[in-house]
Structure formats: structure tokens, C-alpha cells
């Protein structure tokens, strides 16, 4: 056998991830973080539903050598599954968990969580820890090209997936809690070149920079963009939420509303232009970013068919706005204690309750620095109606100090007492998203400290990780629990489901590893192949 | 040498008190004409136990041993100018400038290529890697090239020098996982030709020439033909000069994978 004569040139034939398989609901495929560019993480595949949901097995465990805490919700193409851990992706065949391919960047300068890869053309794109944005080439990881987009000299760092829309990516940055200006940038496929920035700290005289005190505070309050966001192709809107503004925890030396912080802005994709934001904790002083995914509905809403993004917050209400103008359309507690403000007025904006704000003696402020809901993933299933949200109920112990902020140096002016502050607890809760109002909840166990977020599927399951690193299977209408599997590990993603040659598969990163799970089958014989070596 | 010597070697390396008046760093480091000088001289006085490039035998491996990597200049200088007592290492009468060329060569041969001086021309280089080379058929830089052999993007920053030259001169002297030559023949009779990039018992993973991944489970396949010796023609000896060699390693040892930083631009 001649083996080297099939040296030859490669072509390009290859299939293409398109934007408009982007576009669709998950079925075989999930294609982003958050399965399509709504953010509802729903999947079209019912293979795995209340009947048959209680037959799921273990189906390959892979092991993240040196991984700290997976964040990453995985990508699967094709039978391909790619992981991404702190400057590195894996790329796995997704029937087995082999893995094909592995891409590390060693040249990194710091190393930070990574919450996954997109996926466009026949490119992987991820960002490193120091904000560098990467392309590979799916089949064989082989490095296209990597441009840098952000400076860690000025407090920027990188942890989300980045989102591809049109013939671009469109990135953020972290570093909200050590001093930084935030930005949302998108970036050319092709090249990585940048089309174009949006600072989400006006520079001085542009609107919004009057909502500052100083200088210093445009050039270092925060507002970071640490998760992705999501996209309406229609109306060309990209939906990317802002993170606190800094220092977090005390606000005497910013006085004002601090936009675009704590905020969710809607950004033209083609050339960065702010359509509208809407801030929901303004002068935040709590570390209540907004990170939460902004999910896109299109839904009736008081009798009328409304394109509604909605949004439950780290500060604790529910959030219905019009996704087209940024009209506020309804905001409601979705925890039973909450205790900053007493509701909203008619735009959406607070009403406080009076000293909430953190103090060197400290105040019990509801929700937690934690938030109601972090950044876990909610989930909507468009069967039953129903939004599903991570919930945390807790109270925190926030202090402050008036200590003069030094960028990257020290934190936010002090921050949460764990040691007066409540242990909390998880619910899994269940919320019609044109009222606000609770269906059902699922109250877990555990000690209020894990991040997974939640899957719909169209067989009528919601998956999610509880606070005791189970994976559960509860039915979508009822809540009621169908199957769980104990993980052994804190779970700091959501899941995803995909289908390879007809077999439905679930699958979660949890702590070091990635677990993939489908229905039970008898073992099938494996007939002894002939394998030789040629010289 | 048995492994008690070679422990012997590290704590002798790692602590062995220096003279104050050899120099930390080596005089002569990153010298072309020096490198070039200690390469002879290795070869004449050091390979028959350290290996003709230090990648050891009788004696340790040189070029990935920590004890040496982490070592100073001046501790590996009088580490051969004193031997290692208990071990067949001697000391050396050689000229202090003839053991600051070995070190020079020895450090050649395991720092990142990326990081040295090279006589080569990168732009020629190029030029042979697309063109007389043929090594972007299989080798890919920067998104350029064929699939079937190791993305070259980083070569520089990730392979000593002396392990580029080798892979060039000998393709099967560093075989590299994921790149193994192989056939499968499917129960159906289909045959996929590739390179191996995952294989167990129960299941095989093949690229193919047109960048097309096929997942097989062995249940179905009927035969599985590896091909034991690397898919990279062996002639290159032959097929370019000293001089296109140079310049080829000198093209590959400045792939770094990043580019400069804009502020280092």
C-alpha cells in the first residue's frame, strides 16, 4: 500500500458553519454558548423526554488535565465537541470523548476561567486569558491567525465565548472588580481585524459620561462585559450585558447613575452604535452586574405580539423590556426576599429603600453579592411557556470603605462578610416570562456556591446542575425530577444536548471534567479488527 | 550510566558549590560561531555518551534534563571543567573558551529556536517552505498549507533548533501523535486514507487529505493498516543545499504563533 500518495493538497470543501445555522434552534447541532443566537438554550431533540429520561447513562467522562473550574458550555459540530478551558480548546470525537485535536496558547500572560469557543465558516474562535482572540481550523486546530483586542496593562482581561454574527466576533472583556473601562468590540473573521469598539464608560463629553464624578471614573469604573451576549438578525441587534461599576462596593466617589453599567445594551452589529440601553441598578453598589444571558422572546405580552428581551437579575427582579426600542416593560421580584427597593416606577428605575447602600459598619442588603442570579444560564421552553432561572435566595452582609481606589491593585473598597452574611439556597425556578409570576420551584440542597445554568428540551426536559454537583432531569411542565447523576465535583456550566448518528447525548463540564451522558444500551460484541503496520 | 549516577549528576548540577570566578553567563551565549564551535566540539569529546545533539544515552539527556535547563551558565561551565565525582563524567583540561562554546551549542540545542540567532534567510526560507520544500502539501503556518502534517504556526517558540533540523533530516526521529499514517477498510469495503488521530481498541479517528475527520467505531470496520514509518519524504539531505536548509530552518525557527504586541511592534 502506498499511503504517501494520498499526500496531496487539501481542498476546502469542507462543510461551513453558516449564519444561519447559527440562527436555528439546536437540534443535532449546538452551535454557541447559549445553543442559537436567542439565548433560550432550547433544543428541538426529543429522544431523551419524560419516558425515557430515567434510562440516561453515563456515556464517556474526559478528563481536563490541569483544569481549575470548566465554565465552559461546549460546541458540538458534526460529531465534533470543542471544549474550551483556560487558554486552550480540545476538540473531542463527541460519541467516544477522544479526543482529535488540542490547541494550547503558551504564551499567555495570565490564566483565567474561559466559558467556550464559536464556531463560524470551518473556524474555532476563543479568547485567552490576556485578550488575545484566536482562530483555528476546526478539523485539525491548526492556528489561523490571533490578534490582541485588550490590554492587561489597563486592567483587561478575557473570559467569555466570543459570538459570531454576520462575518465578525463579537468579544467583551473582564476586569470590573480591579478597575477597567469596559468595551464591546467586533472583529473580523477573516482576519481579526477590529470593525469596531464600544466603550461602555462614555468618554468625557459624550452622553453618559455626565453620570460620572471624575476622571478617574471614565477611565476606570468598570462596566466590564465579561459574558456574551445575544443577537436579534432582524433587527441587527447585538444584546451584550455590562458588568458593576468600580470601585464595587463604594459609590461616594461616582456619584451618579454610572452608565452603562449594570446595564444591557442593544448595539448595531454592523457598526458598534448604541440603539438604546437600559440600566437596571443604577449607581450600583451591591456587584449586581447584569450578566445574566438577555433572552429573546417573541411573545404576546398584555394581548399584544411583542419581540421582548428578558432579564433576571443579579439584583433580584425579573425584567421584561421590547427588544426593538428598549421600552421598559415590567419588572417584579423573582425572590421571595428583597429588600433594597420597594419596586419600580413607570421607566423601569428603582425605588429605594433608604441606607441599603454598603457602610463601614456593614448592612444586610437581599439578594447577596451573589445575586439572585448570576451568570448561569436560564432557559426557556416555547411548549410549556415557561423561563427556567437558577435562583438564589440570600442575604448579604455588604461592607464599604472610602480607601482610595488604585486600578488592578485593590478590589472594590471591601465587599461581603461571609461570616454574617446567610448561607442561602438554590431553587430551580419556574417562571411564566410575560407575568413574572413562579409555576413551580425545585429547592436544592448545597451551600449557595455553584454557577451551573439550565437546558430545555423538546422532549419536555430541563436539565441543570443543583448545588451539590448533581445533574438533574426534572419534567419541563410539572418540575417534577425524572433523574439525577452525582458528578462528584461543583458544577460551574451549563448543559448542552446534541445528537451523533441518531443517539440524543447530554453533556455538562463540570469541575476537571466533561460528562456525557445518553440512553442506555445493551453492549454491543466488538469484533477483533485486523490491525497491522506497513513500514 | 545507572540511575543512581544520573541522580548523582542532578544534585551535583543543582548544588555543587561554584568558583566565584566563573562567570553566571556564559560570555560567548548566542553566538553563531561559537554555537557552531561547540557543536564540533561536543561532538568530539561529549557524544559518545551524551548523543551527538545531547539527547543523551550512556550519559543524561542535555537538552530536556531540568537539572541542566535550570542550571546557570556557569554551573553547567563547571560542571565540565570538574566532571561529576562519583560518575563516569570527568573533569576537562579544555581552554575556558572551548567549554563557553559548548555551553553555547548546549543551549542552542534546547532553548526555543525562536530565541536564538540564525545564519539562515528567513524570507528564502519561506519562499522553499511553499515552493521547492513542498512542506506546505502537508504543513500548514498561519491558515497556509496542507492539513496532514503538524501545524507549523508556533515552530519556533515551541522546538529547539536542533529538533527542526532533525525532523527535516530525519522525519522519524520525532514522531508526533495524531500524525500517524493509516487505512481503514470499513465492513463494507470502503477504504479512508489519513493520518490517525485518535485510536483505541473500540474506536479510530482519521483526517483525511481533504481535511475531512471520519469516527469509526472498530465494530465496523474490517481492517485498520498503519504505516510504521512518518509520511514525510526522507530526502531532504539530498533534495535542498546547506545553504536552502539554513534558510528553511531559519523561516521555521521565527514562527512564533503571536505576533509581536502592538506595543512591542
Known sequence: MKLLAFAVAASALWAQVTVEDLRR????????????????????????????????????????????????SPVIYQGVMYVANTNEVHALDARTGRRIWYYADNSATRKDANRGVAILGDRIFFVTSDAWLVALNRKTGALLWQTQYGDTKKGQFATMAPLAVKDRLIVGISGGDGGVRGFVAALSAATGKELWRFWTIPAKGEPGSETWSTDFDLQWGGAATWMSGTYDPELNLVYWPTGNPWPTFYGGDRKGDNLYASSVLALDADSGRLKWHFQFTPHDTHDWDAQSWPVLLDLPFQGRPRKLLVHPNRNGFFYVLDRTNGEFLLAIPFIDRLNWATGVDAKGRPILVPDMDPTPDGRKVCPSLRGASNWMSPSFNPQTGLLYVPTLEQCGFFASSAQRPVPMLNLGATGEDPTKSDRGRFYLRAIDPTTGKRRWQYPMTGNGLSRPGTLSTAGGVIFFGDDTGQLVALDARSGEHLWHFGTGQMMTASPVTYLVNGKQYVTVAAGMDVFTFGLFEAALPVPKVKQTEEP | MKPAAWILWAVWLSTAARPETTPAKNPLADQPAAINAGRKLFVAGCSACHGSNGEGGR??????????????????????????????????????????????????????????????????????FFGKGGCATCHSIGGKGGVIGPDLSDAGKSNPLMKLRESILDPNAFLVEGYRAVKVTTSDGREITGVAKDNTNYSIVVLDSAGELHSFMKRNLRAVVFRKSSLMPSDFKTRLTARELDDLLAFLSRQAGRPAKKDEQ
Open chain 1, 25 to 72: 434552534a439546536p437540534a443535532r447541532d449546538w452551535l454557541t454558548y447559549a445553543g442559537d443566537y436567542t439565548g433560550q438554550r432550547h433544543s428541538t431533540l426529543t429522544q431523551i423526554n419524560g419516558r425515557t429520561a430515567a434510562s440516561l447513562v453515563p456515556k464517556w467522562i474526559y478528563h481536563v488535565d490541569g483544569a481549575k473550574r470548566l465554565e465552559a
Open chain 2, 59 to 128: 550519559g543524561p539527556d542535555l537538552v530536556r534534563a531540568w537539572f541542566v535547563r535550570k542550571a546557570s551558565d556557569g554551573r553547567v561551565f563547571d560542571t565540565i571543567r570538574n566532571g561529576v565525582p562519583g560518575t563516569e563524567m570527568p573533569p576537562s583540561r579544555m581552554a575556558d573558551q572551548s567549554i563557553w562554546q559548548i555551553v553555547a551549542f548546549l543551549r542552542s540545542v534546547s532553548a526555543p529556536a525562536y530565541d536564538l540567532p540564525v545564519t539562515g534567510d528567513v524570507e528564502a526560507g519561506k519562499q522553499i
